[in-house]
Protein backbone atom coordinates (compact mmCIF):
# COMPACT_ATOMS: atom_id res chain seq x y z
CA UNK A 1 0.00 0.00 0.00
CA UNK A 2 3.06 2.64 0.87
CA UNK A 3 4.82 1.59 -2.81
CA UNK A 4 1.30 3.39 -4.51
CA UNK A 5 1.62 6.41 -2.26
CA UNK A 6 3.00 9.74 -3.52
CA UNK A 7 5.78 10.89 -1.55
CA UNK A 8 3.81 14.05 -0.29
CA UNK A 9 1.15 11.52 1.74
CA UNK A 10 3.80 9.02 2.78
CA UNK A 11 5.63 12.21 4.17
CA UNK A 12 2.02 13.75 5.85
CA UNK A 13 1.15 9.99 7.44
CA UNK A 14 4.92 9.88 8.58
CA UNK A 15 4.16 12.91 10.37
CA UNK A 16 0.87 12.05 11.53
CA UNK A 17 2.05 8.53 13.05
CA UNK A 18 4.93 10.40 15.31
CA UNK A 19 2.52 13.57 16.12
CA UNK A 20 -0.34 10.85 17.27
CA UNK A 21 2.67 8.71 19.16
CA UNK A 22 4.10 11.96 20.97
CA UNK A 23 0.61 12.99 21.75
CA UNK A 24 0.23 10.00 23.52
CA UNK A 25 2.76 9.92 25.82
CA UNK A 26 3.10 13.46 26.32
CA UNK A 27 -0.89 13.90 27.32
CA UNK A 28 -0.27 11.11 29.54
CA UNK A 29 2.53 13.17 31.12
CA UNK A 30 0.62 16.06 31.11
CA UNK A 31 -2.60 14.96 32.51
CA UNK A 32 -0.90 13.51 35.66
CA UNK A 33 1.43 17.05 35.86
CA UNK A 34 -1.98 18.70 36.13
CA UNK A 35 -3.57 16.55 38.34
CA UNK A 36 -0.66 17.43 40.40
CA UNK A 37 -1.18 21.26 39.78
CA UNK A 38 -4.75 20.62 40.34
CA UNK A 39 -3.85 19.20 43.71
CA UNK A 40 -1.31 21.36 44.89
CA UNK A 41 -4.42 24.29 44.37
CA UNK A 42 -7.08 22.24 46.23
CA UNK A 43 -4.22 21.70 48.95
CA UNK A 44 -3.37 25.36 49.12
CA UNK A 45 -7.28 26.79 49.31
CA UNK A 46 -7.60 24.08 51.89
CA UNK A 47 -4.65 25.49 54.09
CA UNK A 48 -5.81 28.93 53.71
CA UNK A 49 -8.73 27.66 55.10
CA UNK A 50 -7.44 25.52 58.09
CA UNK A 51 -6.04 28.63 58.86
CA UNK A 52 -9.21 30.63 58.72
CA UNK A 53 -10.88 28.18 61.05
CA UNK A 54 -8.32 28.20 63.74
CA UNK A 55 -8.79 32.02 63.68
CA UNK A 56 -12.32 31.61 64.40
CA UNK A 57 -11.15 29.19 67.09
CA UNK A 58 -9.04 31.42 68.23
CA UNK A 59 -11.59 34.05 68.74
CA UNK A 60 -13.85 31.50 70.45
CA UNK A 61 -11.54 30.79 72.87
CA UNK A 62 -10.21 33.65 73.85
CA UNK A 63 -13.21 36.28 73.52
CA UNK A 64 -16.20 34.73 73.17
CA UNK A 65 -16.02 31.88 75.87
CA UNK A 66 -14.95 34.13 78.42
CA UNK A 67 -18.03 35.87 77.71
CA UNK A 68 -20.36 33.39 77.67
CA UNK A 69 -18.65 30.64 80.02
CA UNK A 70 -20.50 32.10 83.63
CA UNK A 71 -24.05 31.42 82.17
CA UNK A 72 -22.91 27.49 81.80
CA UNK A 73 -23.98 27.05 84.92
CA UNK A 74 -27.00 28.59 85.21
CA UNK A 75 -28.64 27.89 81.60
CA UNK A 76 -30.11 24.84 81.22
CA UNK A 77 -29.26 23.91 77.53
CA UNK A 78 -25.55 24.35 77.13
CA UNK A 79 -24.40 27.18 74.60
CA UNK A 80 -22.45 25.72 71.70
CA UNK A 81 -20.98 28.79 70.69
CA UNK A 82 -18.40 28.70 73.69
CA UNK A 83 -16.82 25.51 72.30
CA UNK A 84 -14.52 26.24 69.29
CA UNK A 85 -14.97 23.52 67.71
CA UNK A 86 -18.24 24.38 67.20
CA UNK A 87 -17.75 28.01 65.97
CA UNK A 88 -15.55 26.65 63.39
CA UNK A 89 -17.71 23.90 62.25
CA UNK A 90 -20.66 26.42 61.81
CA UNK A 91 -18.50 29.60 60.14
CA UNK A 92 -17.39 26.85 57.32
CA UNK A 93 -21.31 26.04 56.75
CA UNK A 94 -22.02 29.14 55.76
CA UNK A 95 -18.26 29.65 54.32
CA UNK A 96 -20.01 26.89 51.88
CA UNK A 97 -23.04 28.84 50.72
CA UNK A 98 -20.69 30.72 48.34
CA UNK A 99 -20.07 29.00 44.58
CA UNK A 100 -16.40 28.40 44.99
CA UNK A 101 -16.33 26.84 48.30
CA UNK A 102 -20.08 24.38 47.93
CA UNK A 103 -17.84 21.58 47.39
CA UNK A 104 -15.11 21.57 50.35
CA UNK A 105 -16.00 20.11 53.63
CA UNK A 106 -14.79 20.54 57.17
CA UNK A 107 -14.48 18.72 60.09
CA UNK A 108 -12.72 18.15 63.37
CA UNK A 109 -12.41 14.45 63.44
CA UNK A 110 -12.47 13.73 67.58
CA UNK A 111 -11.85 10.16 68.85
CA UNK A 112 -13.14 11.08 71.74
CA UNK A 113 -16.04 14.03 71.27
CA UNK A 114 -18.58 15.68 73.17
CA UNK A 115 -20.47 16.05 69.95
CA UNK A 116 -21.08 13.03 68.27
CA UNK A 117 -21.31 14.98 64.82
CA UNK A 118 -17.58 15.19 65.47
CA UNK A 119 -16.70 11.66 65.96
CA UNK A 120 -14.28 10.23 63.75
CA UNK A 121 -14.90 7.18 61.32
CA UNK A 122 -12.26 4.08 60.98
CA UNK A 123 -10.65 5.76 58.22
CA UNK A 124 -10.26 9.65 59.96
CA UNK A 125 -8.97 7.50 64.16
CA UNK A 126 -6.11 6.27 61.93
CA UNK A 127 -5.05 9.47 60.69
CA UNK A 128 -5.70 10.72 64.30
CA UNK A 129 -3.42 7.85 65.78
CA UNK A 130 -0.78 8.70 62.83
CA UNK A 131 -0.39 12.23 63.93
CA UNK A 132 0.05 11.17 67.87
CA UNK A 133 2.63 8.02 66.68
CA UNK A 134 4.34 10.43 64.16
CA UNK A 135 5.21 14.10 66.11
CA UNK A 136 7.22 15.41 62.76
CA UNK A 137 4.29 14.69 60.50
CA UNK A 138 2.24 18.20 60.01
CA UNK A 139 -0.03 17.17 57.29
CA UNK A 140 -1.66 14.60 55.68
CA UNK A 141 -3.53 14.37 52.46
CA UNK A 142 -5.01 12.17 50.00
CA UNK A 143 -7.74 9.95 48.43
CA UNK A 144 -10.13 8.35 49.80
CA UNK A 145 -13.62 6.20 49.07
CA UNK A 146 -16.81 7.27 50.50
CA UNK A 147 -20.24 6.10 49.57
CA UNK A 148 -20.59 9.34 47.21
CA UNK A 149 -17.74 9.00 46.26
CA UNK A 150 -13.88 9.38 46.07
CA UNK A 151 -12.74 12.48 47.77
CA UNK A 152 -9.31 14.31 47.96
CA UNK A 153 -8.23 15.60 51.64
CA UNK A 154 -6.12 17.21 53.60
CA UNK A 155 -6.11 16.70 57.46
CA UNK A 156 -3.18 18.52 60.04
CA UNK A 157 -3.45 17.68 64.08
CA UNK A 158 -5.27 19.36 66.40
CA UNK A 159 -3.93 19.09 70.82
CA UNK A 160 -5.29 20.52 73.08
CA UNK A 161 -3.16 24.00 73.75
CA UNK A 162 -4.87 25.60 76.78
CA UNK A 163 -6.03 24.47 80.50
CA UNK A 164 -9.44 26.53 79.34
CA UNK A 165 -10.21 22.94 77.11
CA UNK A 166 -10.22 20.37 80.18
CA UNK A 167 -13.04 22.16 81.66
CA UNK A 168 -15.16 20.49 79.61
CA UNK A 169 -13.24 18.01 78.85
CA UNK A 170 -11.12 16.81 81.76
CA UNK A 171 -13.93 14.91 83.99
CA UNK A 172 -17.62 14.94 84.18
CA UNK A 173 -17.38 16.43 87.53
CA UNK A 174 -15.63 19.00 86.16
CA UNK A 175 -17.97 20.18 83.68
CA UNK A 176 -20.97 22.84 83.26
CA UNK A 177 -23.90 21.01 84.36
CA UNK A 178 -25.48 22.13 81.36
CA UNK A 179 -23.55 20.60 79.54
CA UNK A 180 -23.81 17.22 80.97
CA UNK A 181 -27.51 18.00 80.97
CA UNK A 182 -26.98 18.14 77.40
CA UNK A 183 -24.68 15.57 75.90
CA UNK A 184 -24.36 13.58 78.79
CA UNK A 185 -21.11 12.75 81.31
CA UNK A 186 -20.12 9.42 78.29
CA UNK A 187 -18.64 11.12 75.87
CA UNK A 188 -15.37 14.04 75.50
CA UNK A 189 -13.74 13.23 79.06
CA UNK A 190 -10.64 12.35 79.55
CA UNK A 191 -8.56 14.65 77.55
CA UNK A 192 -4.84 15.66 78.60
CA UNK A 193 -2.74 18.96 78.15
CA UNK A 194 -0.99 18.77 74.36
CA UNK A 195 -2.90 15.78 73.84
CA UNK A 196 -3.53 15.44 70.05
CA UNK A 197 -7.34 14.55 69.91
CA UNK A 198 -8.38 15.57 66.83
CA UNK A 199 -7.73 16.43 63.40
CA UNK A 200 -8.92 19.35 61.07
CA UNK A 201 -10.09 17.76 57.69
CA UNK A 202 -11.02 19.74 54.51
CA UNK A 203 -12.07 17.11 51.85
CA UNK A 204 -13.32 17.97 48.57
CA UNK A 205 -14.69 15.50 45.62
CA UNK A 206 -12.00 14.26 43.62
CA UNK A 207 -14.10 14.98 40.21
CA UNK A 208 -13.24 18.81 41.67
CA UNK A 209 -9.74 18.06 40.67
CA UNK A 210 -9.99 16.09 37.92
CA UNK A 211 -12.36 17.74 35.96
CA UNK A 212 -9.93 20.99 36.40
CA UNK A 213 -7.36 18.86 34.87
CA UNK A 214 -9.46 17.74 32.07
CA UNK A 215 -10.68 20.70 31.04
CA UNK A 216 -6.86 22.32 30.72
CA UNK A 217 -5.58 19.02 29.05
CA UNK A 218 -8.40 19.61 26.57
CA UNK A 219 -7.24 23.05 26.08
CA UNK A 220 -3.77 22.46 25.76
CA UNK A 221 -4.45 19.69 23.38
CA UNK A 222 -6.58 21.53 20.99
CA UNK A 223 -3.80 24.14 21.04
CA UNK A 224 -1.25 21.24 20.17
CA UNK A 225 -3.87 19.77 17.26
CA UNK A 226 -3.89 23.71 15.79
CA UNK A 227 -0.12 23.94 15.86
CA UNK A 228 0.05 20.15 14.49
CA UNK A 229 -2.37 21.14 10.93
CA UNK A 230 -0.84 24.74 10.82
CA UNK A 231 2.57 22.93 10.78
CA UNK A 232 1.16 20.02 8.18
CA UNK A 233 0.20 22.20 6.30
CA UNK A 234 3.43 24.48 5.75
CA UNK A 235 5.33 21.33 5.17
CA UNK A 236 3.26 20.17 2.92
CA UNK A 237 3.25 23.14 0.76
CA UNK A 238 6.75 23.42 1.36
CA UNK A 239 7.56 20.33 0.64
CA UNK A 240 5.19 20.33 -3.07
CA UNK A 241 7.47 22.99 -4.24
CA UNK A 242 11.06 22.55 -3.03
CA UNK A 243 11.07 18.99 -3.52
CA UNK A 244 8.14 17.29 -5.45
CA UNK A 245 7.67 19.74 -8.37
CA UNK A 246 11.43 19.91 -8.95
CA UNK A 247 11.76 16.14 -9.13
CA UNK A 248 8.18 16.09 -11.50
CA UNK A 249 10.36 18.79 -13.70
CA UNK A 250 13.21 15.84 -13.65
CA UNK A 251 10.96 13.33 -14.42
CA UNK A 252 9.24 15.13 -17.08
CA UNK A 253 12.79 15.87 -18.86
CA UNK A 254 14.26 12.38 -18.26
CA UNK A 255 11.63 11.21 -20.30
CA UNK A 256 11.99 13.93 -23.34
CA UNK A 257 15.38 12.64 -23.15
CA UNK A 258 14.75 8.68 -23.15
CA UNK A 259 13.16 9.53 -26.35
CA UNK A 260 16.12 11.07 -28.05
CA UNK A 261 15.22 15.15 -27.25
CA UNK A 262 18.72 16.00 -26.13
CA UNK A 263 17.95 19.47 -26.38
CA UNK A 264 15.91 19.30 -23.19
CA UNK A 265 17.79 20.40 -20.05
CA UNK A 266 17.00 19.51 -16.72
CA UNK A 267 16.14 22.79 -14.96
CA UNK A 268 18.46 23.87 -11.78
CA UNK A 269 17.45 26.37 -9.46
CA UNK A 270 19.01 25.77 -6.52
CA UNK A 271 22.53 24.74 -5.09
CA UNK A 272 20.47 22.13 -2.91
CA UNK A 273 20.68 18.72 -2.86
CA UNK A 274 17.59 18.78 -5.51
CA UNK A 275 19.80 21.34 -7.98
CA UNK A 276 23.00 19.05 -7.18
CA UNK A 277 20.79 16.44 -9.05
CA UNK A 278 19.49 18.58 -11.77
CA UNK A 279 23.39 19.08 -12.89
CA UNK A 280 24.38 15.47 -12.34
CA UNK A 281 21.41 14.59 -14.86
CA UNK A 282 22.63 17.63 -17.33
CA UNK A 283 26.26 16.32 -17.10
CA UNK A 284 24.67 12.28 -17.36
CA UNK A 285 23.14 13.82 -20.60
CA UNK A 286 25.92 15.22 -21.72
CA UNK A 287 27.80 12.25 -21.84
CA UNK A 288 24.96 10.75 -23.71
CA UNK A 289 25.08 13.07 -26.07
CA UNK A 290 28.28 12.74 -26.74
CA UNK A 291 28.38 8.92 -26.45
CA UNK A 292 25.58 8.67 -29.00
CA UNK A 293 27.59 10.76 -31.57
CA UNK A 294 30.88 8.67 -31.37
CA UNK A 295 28.63 5.79 -31.86
CA UNK A 296 26.91 7.30 -34.79
CA UNK A 297 30.31 8.07 -36.44
CA UNK A 298 31.76 4.63 -35.73
CA UNK A 299 28.27 2.49 -37.49
CA UNK A 300 29.06 4.82 -40.70
Not at 87 to 93: D, G, I, N, R
Not at 106 to 126: G, I, Q, V
Not at 252 to 261: H, K, L, M, N, P
Request: glycine share 4%; aromatic share 8%.
Amino acid sequence: MLKNLKLTAKFSLMLVVVFIGGIIISGMALSKVLEQRAEREVSSQAAILIKAMNAVRAYTSDRVNPLLAPKLETEPVFIPETVPAYSATEVFENLRKNEEYRNFFYKEATLNPTNLRDKADAFESKIVERFRNESNTKEISGFRNLPGGEVFYIARPLAVSKESCLRCHSTPEAAPRSQIATYGSEWGFGWKLHEIVAAQIISVPSSEIFESSRRSLSLVMGILFGIFAIVVLWLNFFLKRSVIQPIKKMSRTAERVSTGEMSADFEQTSNDEIGILAASFNRMKSSLEIAMKLLSQQTR
